[in-house]
């Protein structure tokens, strides 16, 4: 990747208000820079290049956050630079169960080593296993929907590379809530890692959910 | 942004400088700005660029229409010092000449020279 390609993604992290004006000024500016460096010669003269461009990102960075902030407010500044709109949020308040039960049953884990929450809830009838497997599957599952459904209705999705640094940074909203749809998917299917959440969710849900079928078959 | 919500800084004091002897573009205005101070301001595109921001926004620079070297790239964008601008340097630069006057009548400034003469 050569070093225009570099800085094109590095200064993605600014606000993209900013962005539109200045994006091409501040190319313009890098490569006569970068050029100069160049001509000097030396893995040297590049390192300190580089050093002063990143030193140069540390210091405006924050300086234009806070710029668009006291411009803007922190709501527009999420919804239009990180795609953050109302399913997003929706979709978040639906994961909050899941990291809820999960969240609790760590803490038992290390304090009781045992599974509280989930192993209570599950065993207190014969139902309740795959009802809490289903609820604790199907919000993320939903949650996901919306954060997907959140990225196709925003108009940089069509017009930008999705998994491009520009791509990622206008659908981070929805992006983040499809990663934890797909972490939380790992986390139960690696669950040997993961004992606590793996066995009290899919061992006790799936398990209830076969001893419900092979019940029902046998009746 | 209000205009009254800029602040002087060193960096923006240099490039209101560099501007105010003719219209620049960006390169321009950091290769002068580093070299009128004797290097002890140095710029960045991300820091020269947010300067830039802050003062058309105050309207004290602005963008120029005409490109002092026509065989430049046509990309580059020039700047221009305004009205505005140019009231606003004078008076900063006023103001400052008056604290350096003070400093010289009280004789603090050069203290450092006359001492290494000792």
Redesign the interface.
Known sequence: MSANKIYNNL?EL?PSK?LR??R???L???T??YLEELDRGGTFWLARFWR??L???F???P??YH?ELR?DGPQKILKNQFGVDGFVLAALILLIPFFLMTGFDLIFRAILHNAAVTNALYSSGYWTGPVIFTIAMGLPALAALLGLYSISRREEATKIRLLSARGIKSNLGGLAVVAVFFGILVLLVGHDYFPCVGHSLLNQGLGNFFNILRDCRSA | MKTNELQITAPVLYILLTLAIKDRHGYEIMKEVEASSGGKVTLGPGTLYGSIKRLLLAGYIKESKLKPDANDDSRRIYYHLTKKGRQMLGGELTRLSRIIEVARNESILGTEMRLGYL
């Open positions: 200064i600014y900013y004006h200045f091409s000024s501040q313009q500016l890098f006569d820079l002063r461009i030193k140069d990102l210091i405006s960075l300086s234009e710029d411009r």
